[in-house]
């Protein structure tokens, strides 16, 4: 991830203007696109779930929080399709676009210190069985995964008292190598997304 990569920039009804580098990106607030998927497993005990990435420490939105399953940036020149190699960089799946199922695009737009992101989400959907353990996640990008039940992830959305336990796969960097754990997941720990956001992810899960 270098701040020197070109980005496609558009005004606020996604027209394309111009071209710029993430750093000027984050700093001037210009739009962007995005690609995000979420890997759906209906195998899990207790009903269908949802592949939740954390996010590495060294992230320079939302460090060591609970976010989509996979997510980047589309680069200068690419399309929407192109952004299927993120599933190959981030978790290890090399998947056609043709599998993915399209929710829709929201716009976002976050004011943080030293960034402002505003970003067209391209939304997917992604129907995979793997345990935990066989995804080969981005180390650099990603520390670990878990699997949360669709419905407590409603919750967890709609009340900021509920919370729940998972088992999480994290990746040790002081021992190299990948530990099982239990995390709490909650409102708290989880990269906010616009109500808009969800409805189109949800309402898209059938």
């Known amino acids: 991830m270098s701040p020197f990569e070109m980005f496609d920039v558009f005004d606020e009804n996604m027209k394309k203007i111009g071209e710029a580098s993430r750093r000027q990106v984050h700093k001037e607030g210009l739009w962007h696109q995005t690609f995000h998927c979420w890997v759906l497993n209906r195998e899990t005990p207790g009903g269908p779930s949802l592949l939740l990435q954390l996010r590495h420490k060294d992230k320079d939105t939302f460090p060591n929080m609970f976010d ?19 599933l190959e960089e981030e978790l290890g799946l090399l998947v056609p676009f043709e599998r993915l199922t399209f929710c829709g695009t929201v716009s976002q737009e976050y004011v943080m210190p030293n960034v402002i992101d505003r970003e067209f989400n391209h939304i997917f959907t992604y129907e995979c069985s793997l345990p935990i353990e066989a995804f080969h996640f981005q180390r650099s990008e990603i520390s670990g995964l878990c699997y949360v039940n669709i419905n407590d992830v409603k919750e967890i959305l709609n009340d900021e008292n509920y919370s729940v336990e998972t088992q999480i796969y994290l990746f040790n960097e002081e021992k190299n190598k990948l530990e099982a754990a239990l995390r709490t997941v909650n409102q708290l720990n989880i ?13 898209n899960i059938k």
């Open 68 to 86: 989509v399953s996979c997510a980047g940036h589309l680069l200068a020149g690419e399309t929407i399709e192109d952004g299927v190699r993120e």
């Open 191 to 203: 990269t906010p997304q616009s109500e808009e956001y969800y409805n189109l992810l949800f309402n």
